[in-house]
């Protein structure tokens, strides 16, 4: 039977031209317990490392002066969000924010390859922090050499997220180079939001992966 539904997917797939469907990682922010940030960013594998990244957020109750409250030194007016996939999720709950988002709670940039960006998993190992004072991961960067990234720099690779005028971040991406979709079954991977305050970057919301696996 299942060889059986997995041959109606695929031909499913090739008469309507849609890309067969693999494992689906839902990271969702639950307001109002993540500094008032509401929604998900969905990781959807494509093949096994190519992955398409959509992001639906909602940032309207996001409280400046809470940030600013955390972060002293967080003085400007955030209008954008950094995001990266970070190594670890030591938490009771989906999501959180602020301190419960710490390098102790999170881990990480997440950095197989030690491209070795300052946050970086690897950046105690002296090889590495010496290369991160030299990190410059962009888009632009990115597609010339995808190794010139750190793996969980999703605002290097892709740009921060912006919140349009009514408050919403709705975008998605393509990643042909992600980590293997096996890898993620390894793994207890979350996301973290940074608010970019002019040359500060404090973590203010975070959210675990949920896997789901999609049937076809």
């Not at 969905?42 to 959509?54: E, K, P, W």
């Not at 602020?98 to 998993?121: I, R, V």
């Not at 090889?127 to 991160?132: T, V």
């Amino acid at each position: 039977m299942a060889r059986v539904f997995a041959s109606i997917c695929a031909l499913t797939a090739a008469l309507t031209g849609a890309a067969a469907s693999g494992p689906k990682v839902v990271y969702k922010f639950n307001h109002p317990e993540v500094a008032g940030v509401y929604g998900s960013i969905t990781l959807q594998y494509t093949a096994s490392t190519v992955a398409t990244i959509m992001a639906e957020l909602d940032f309207s109750a996001s409280n400046q002066e809470k940030i600013a409250a955390f972060d002293s030194n967080c003085t400007d007016l955030v209008k954008s969000y950094k995001w990266h996939l970070h190594t670890g999720w030591n938490l009771p709950k989906s999501s959180a924010s602020f301190k419960e988002c710490s390098k102790t709670m999170t881990g990480n940039h997440y950095d197989p390859d030690m491209a070795c960006g300052p946050s970086s998993q690897h950046i105690a190992q002296s090889h590495c922090k010496n290369k991160s004072m030299t990190y410059a991961c962009t888009p632009a960067s990115y597609k010339a050499n995808h190794k010139s990234c750190e793996v969980g720099d999703f605002s290097g690779k892709f740009g921060a997220l912006v919140p349009g005028s009514n408050h919403k971040v709705l975008a998605r991406w393509t990643d042909y180079h992600f980590l293997p979709s096996t890898e993620m079954n390894k793994h207890k991977f979350s996301i973290v939001l940074h608010a970019v305050c002019g040359k500060e970057a404090p973590r203010v919301a975070c959210a675990v992966g949920n896997k789901q696996t999609e049937t076809c």
